[in-house]
């Protein structure tokens, strides 16, 4: 065998090595964000952590419910309004990945994308669109299943919920979004904002 195939060999040898490596390494960090994301969901919610079973099919009534997407702005609404949390969509409150199917299934588009921008336009319906900056929204895959995962931080300022002509402010109070008249909400704001 001459010198030159022998180099070759080695060098195709350590291209295979790392392309292996790599995907390993790869399957591991997946399987790492899979565990943390399930940690999470069975660290049940709190005062930084929502689970919601779906978007917008009512589970219950097997349909289409978009009183739900209320809910959901709700939530990240009280979230701004405190200290941020994660909200995380396609969980029973039993902790079951329900993933995200039942919700696909009322979108035009039904996948990922479709889910993402409907969510996006849910946020800016009820909160306007100055909130983009402050919510990451991924899609882990746990038990075969995608769900939602809505990182979000807190606001700089009060965000209102806008709903059926009038304007709520809402923050997290334990595992609960909670509302505040105007009198709670300018104290609040006095003391969260120093406003």
Same mark, same amino acid.
């Given at each position: 065998?001459?010198?030159?195939?022998?180099?070759?060999?080695?060098?195709?040898?350590?291209?295979?090595?790392?392309? *292996?490596?790599?995907?390993?390494?790869?399957?591991?960090?997946?399987?790492? &964000?899979?565990?943390?994301v399930?940690?999470?969901i069975?660290?049940g919610?709190?005062?930084?952590?929502?689970?919601?079973?779906?978007l917008?099919?009512?589970?219950?009534?097997n349909?289409?419910?978009?009183?739900?997407?209320?809910?959901?702005?709700k939530?990240?609404?009280?979230?701004?309004?405190?200290?941020?949390?994660?909200?995380?969509?396609?969980?029973?409150?039993?902790?079951?990945?329900?993933?995200?199917?039942?919700d696909?299934?009322?979108?035009?588009k039904?996948?990922?994308?479709?889910?993402?921008?409907?969510?996006r336009?849910?946020?800016?319906?009820?909160?306007?669109?100055?909130?983009?900056?402050?919510?990451?929204?991924?899609?882990?895959?746990?038990?075969?299943?995608?769900?939602?995962?809505?990182?979000?931080?807190?606001?700089?300022?009060?965000?209102f919920?806008?709903?059926?002509?009038?304007?709520?402010?809402?923050?997290?109070?334990?595992?609960?979004?909670?509302?505040?008249?105007?009198?709670?909400?300018?104290?609040?704001? &006095? *003391?969260?904002?120093?406003?």
């Amino acid at each position: 065998m001459s010198d030159d195939y022998l180099v070759f060999l080695e060098k195709r040898a350590k291209v295979i090595f790392n392309e *292996l490596k790599s995907r390993i390494e790869l399957k591991h960090k997946e399987n790492k &964000k899979q565990d943390e994301v399930k940690e999470l969901i069975l660290s049940g919610e709190n005062e930084k952590l929502e689970i919601k079973s779906t978007l917008r099919f009512d589970i219950r009534e097997n349909s289409l419910n978009k009183k739900l997407e209320y809910v959901i702005a709700k939530t990240i609404s009280a979230f701004l309004n405190t200290d941020g949390g994660t909200l995380i969509i396609g969980v029973d409150d039993g902790g079951n990945i329900l993933g995200l199917e039942k919700d696909f299934q009322t979108l035009q588009k039904q996948d990922i994308d479709g889910f993402e921008l409907h969510f996006r336009q849910v946020i800016k319906k009820y909160l306007g669109e100055n909130f983009e900056k402050y919510i990451k929204i991924t899609f882990p895959k746990v038990d075969e299943k995608e769900i939602c995962v809505v990182k979000i931080l807190k606001s700089g300022k009060p965000v209102f919920i806008k709903h059926e002509g009038n304007e709520q402010f809402f923050v997290r109070n334990g595992n609960a979004s909670i509302p505040k008249s105007r009198q709670e909400q300018s104290e609040y704001e &006095k *003391l969260h904002w120093n406003l």
